[in-house]
């Protein structure tokens, strides 16, 4: 059965480097999402992406952050200077179209900023 | 802005209970409704979902009911076994968009 994959599972950083969050979506998939959990909290939506470029994103989602599908598989969220309050799981998501089509999630990335 | 609230965890229950696991959210809009399950060590899956005031969604013996009246959708299993164990999280689309707000997530834990 086709699945959204994710890497790493645990990345530790220090405060102020850039990480590299990846993720492979389902290939017939289109649409393209991140998501957080901060540890005890709600998972919180960051940004939706569909025919390489943005279609939506959050407040949190600032000038930090940024998404790339560099090739015809990944998709990835860079945050380019990572702060402690960025620690938190992250999770990629697929589906195949909009509106109340059901999203495919990964296992996610636990962030951890020192 | 829109949200989900859904009841603090964890919830314990013996198996062959009977469970629900509140749900509401606010009524902007004509949101899509879902509940969606994590396993430990895995990633969130779609459990149902139902789309329009009224619908019941249902898979795998679980089931929850689009109450517009009541901004609530609620979810229910009439006999929980212990490989129901996991964090159940309550969601809503927002209208003509596919992002989903989540609830905080529920565990539930369930024992022999």
């Known amino acids: 059965e086709p699945e959204v994959t994710q890497t790493p599972s645990h990345q530790v950083t220090q405060m102020g480097q850039e990480v590299i969050l990846r993720c492979v979506p389902i290939?017939?998939?289109?649409?393209f999402y991140w998501y957080r959990q901060i540890l005890g909290q709600k998972v919180e939506f960051l940004v939706s992406f569909y025919n390489n470029e943005i279609s939506e994103k959050s407040e949190i989602f600032d000038d930090q952050f940024s998404v790339e599908r560099p090739d015809g598989s990944n998709f990835t969220l860079k945050i380019r200077s990572t702060k402690l309050e960025d620690s938190a799981m992250y999770f990629c998501?697929?589906?195949?179209?909009?509106?109340?089509?059901?999203?495919?999630f990964g296992p996610g990335t636990r962030l951890t900023v020192l | 802005g829109d949200s989900v609230t859904q009841m603090e965890g964890p919830v314990t229950l013996s198996e062959e209970a009977f469970l629900t696991i509140n749900c509401t959210y606010t009524a902007t809009g004509y949101p899509s409704l879902f509940w969606y399950v994590q396993y430990p060590g895995e990633g969130l899956q779609l459990l149902l979902k139902a789309t329009k005031a009224d619908d019941k969604g249902s898979n795998k013996g679980f089931e929850a009911t689009y109450r517009k009246e009541t901004t609530s959708f609620h979810l229910e299993k009439g006999s929980v076994q212990v490989s129901d164990s996991a964090v159940y999280f309550c969601?809503?689309?927002?209208?003509?968009?596919?992002?989903?707000?989540f609830g905080k997530g529920t565990m539930l834990l369930v024992s022999p």
């Open positions: 969601a809503r689309s927002h209208s003509g968009y596919s992002t989903l707000t």
């Open positions: 290939s017939n998939h289109l649409y």
């Open positions: 998501a697929s589906s195949e179209r909009d509106g109340a089509a059901e999203q495919f």
